[in-house]
């Protein structure tokens, strides 16, 4: 076998074992049905922008929204009730829907689940406010995978990026 033979098949031998274990992890499963996080049928303008923290998040409001309700937009278990004071998120609840996938709902005027609690999609969670480091009422919202936040699947159709879109809840 020539000298440059060997050398390609050496190669290809170091290169399989790194691609399947490249392949072979980090891999989730499929993501919940996410829902829009408030009662069937109410209609919500949602914003993206570039300066946003995390930048994938999507902010809800409509007229008058303090106090209207939000609901879990897939089902899991509340893993996170928070309450950074007047920074930040401010009332904030964290809930784990399986294999990676977590959702964030910020800035609540009240929270009306407890950590470890199960929650079905459509279950109301809380309240929206106006808390932490917010300007105004809305609800902050994210998905994340693996601990990062993600662009956002709502209907089964991805949010729009960014600007601002009216969308209508189908968490019936």
Same mark, same amino acid.
Request: charged share 15%.
């Given at each position: 076998?020539?000298?440059?033979?060997?050398?390609?098949?050496?190669?290809?031998?170091?290169?399989?074992?790194?691609?399947?274990?490249?392949?072979?992890?980090g891999s989730a499963s499929a993501a919940p049905a996410f829902q829009m996080p408030f009662p069937c049928g109410q209609v919500w303008s949602g914003q993206t922008r570039t300066n946003h923290n995390p930048q994938l998040s999507l902010?809800?409001?409509?007229?008058?929204?303090?106090?209207?309700?939000?609901?879990?937009?897939?089902?899991?278990?509340?893993?996170? /009730? +928070? *309450? !950074? =004071?007047?920074?930040?998120?401010?009332?904030?609840?964290?809930?784990?829907?399986?294999? &990676?996938?977590?959702? $964030?709902?910020?800035?609540?005027?009240?929270?009306?689940?407890?950590?470890?609690?199960?929650?079905?999609?459509?279950?109301?969670?809380?309240? /929206? +406010? *106006? !808390? =932490?480091?917010?300007?105004?009422?809305?609800?902050?919202?994210?998905?994340?995978?693996? &601990?990062?936040?993600? $662009?956002?699947?709502?209907?089964?159709?991805?949010?729009?990026?960014?600007?601002?879109?009216?969308?209508?809840?189908?968490?019936?």
């Open positions: 076998m020539s000298s440059k033979r060997l050398a390609a098949v050496l190669a290809g031998a170091v290169v399989a074992p790194v691609l399947t274990v490249v392949v072979g992890t902010d809800f409001n409509r007229a008058n929204d303090e106090g209207d309700i939000v609901d879990a937009s897939a089902a899991g278990t509340v893993t996170v /009730v +928070g *309450n !950074t =004071g007047s920074t930040s998120y401010g009332r904030w609840i964290e809930i784990d829907h399986g294999g &990676g996938w977590r959702t $964030r709902y910020a800035h609540l005027s009240a929270q009306r689940v407890s950590v470890g609690q199960r929650v079905t999609r459509g279950q109301q969670i809380g309240n /929206v +406010g *106006n !808390t =932490g480091g917010s300007t105004g009422a809305h609800l902050h919202y994210e998905q994340r995978l693996n &601990g990062a936040a993600v $662009r956002i699947v709502l209907n089964g159709a991805t949010a729009l990026y960014y600007g601002t879109r009216s969308y209508t809840s189908r968490n019936c």
